[in-house]
């Protein structure tokens, strides 16, 4: 019963905490940050659960957005209209997604799945795609490794990449302001402090957007609007420069993370390609 007791008051304590957390920081870019270097942290949510609980969530959110997203089909309509809409839809989406004019969601997986098994990826590829150029093939044969080994589309497959990349990149974005902010004298772990309350909202706001995707479409250059913002705000707020360096700090430290962060991205896709079997 003591140990019952006292599981209670934990989650009731972190509950209260939590949303004493939140609202500062989506109203306050940078507070949050200042007060835990101010001593003030026993009435906030440490930084780095705050953004592992809100990371989680997201990514345990993303799955149902999608499956909302299809096309409901209705029961009384006959089996070819069903199959003629399954056709469209594939057609819609066989082209959608491309690295330098190569198809990379491809459609109907599970018979490319099967067809593979008999003939094999490289024989599958010059088969359906043999107007690719070498380059074209190599990506497409990575791109069909991936998604039968691990048995979904590549964009679930780099989603998953994506959420293991961030917890990554963090630490390299806090790298990045310790560089930028050099003179600053501020100690590396005051850095990681602010990147992890930054990237706490970024998730925040994504599962925002997946919530109202429900209802209407959110545009990915309103998403990147709102980031860089909250970014410039809380950059402002926390490091006390001026308007004119705040902006091109975070210009230049925005360029810097998609220079590093993409290539690594890239990398452990490809790794994932090389480990398929």
Request: net charge positive; proline share 4%; with cysteine.
């Amino acid at each position: 019963m003591h140990l019952i007791g006292e599981s209670f008051l934990d989650y009731f304590h972190f509950d209260s905490k939590f949303f004493r957390t939140i609202l500062p920081l989506i109203y306050k870019p940078g507070w949050l940050t200042l007060q835990f270097m101010k001593g003030k942290r026993k009435s906030y949510v440490e930084p780095f659960k705050l953004f592992l609980v809100i990371s989680v969530i997201y990514f345990l959110l993303l799955p149902m957005s999608k499956e909302s997203t299809k096309t409901e089909v209705n029961p009384v309509q006959s089996d070819s209209a069903h199959l003629n809409l399954n056709e469209e839809k594939a057609e819609a989406t066989h082209f959608k997604y491309k690295i330098e004019d190569v198809p990379i969601n491809l459609s109907k997986q599970d018979s490319m799945r099967r067809e593979i098994e008999v003939i094999g990826v490289k024989t599958y590829v010059d088969k359906h795609y043999s107007k690719e150029g070498p380059m074209g093939k190599f990506i497409i044969r990575q791109v069909c490794k991936i998604m039968v080994s691990k048995g979904q589309s590549l964009m679930t497959v780099i989603e998953h990449t994506a959420s293991k990349l961030i917890f990554l990149l963090i630490p390299v974005f806090a790298l990045l302001l310790k560089l930028f902010y050099l003179r600053r004298k501020r100690l590396y772990f005051e850095h990681l402090i602010f990147s992890l309350h930054l990237h706490a909202f970024f998730f925040l706001f994504l599962i925002a957007c997946l919530l109202i995707e429900f209802f209407i479409p959110v545009r990915l250059m309103i998403i990147l609007i709102v980031f860089l913002v909250y970014g410039f705000i809380a950059l402002k707020q926390y490091y006390r420069q001026s308007f004119g360096k705040s902006l091109l700090k975070m210009f230049l430290i925005t360029l810097s993370y998609l220079i590093i962060g993409l290539p690594v991205f890239f990398l452990l896709l490809g790794l994932v390609a090389l480990l398929s079997v």
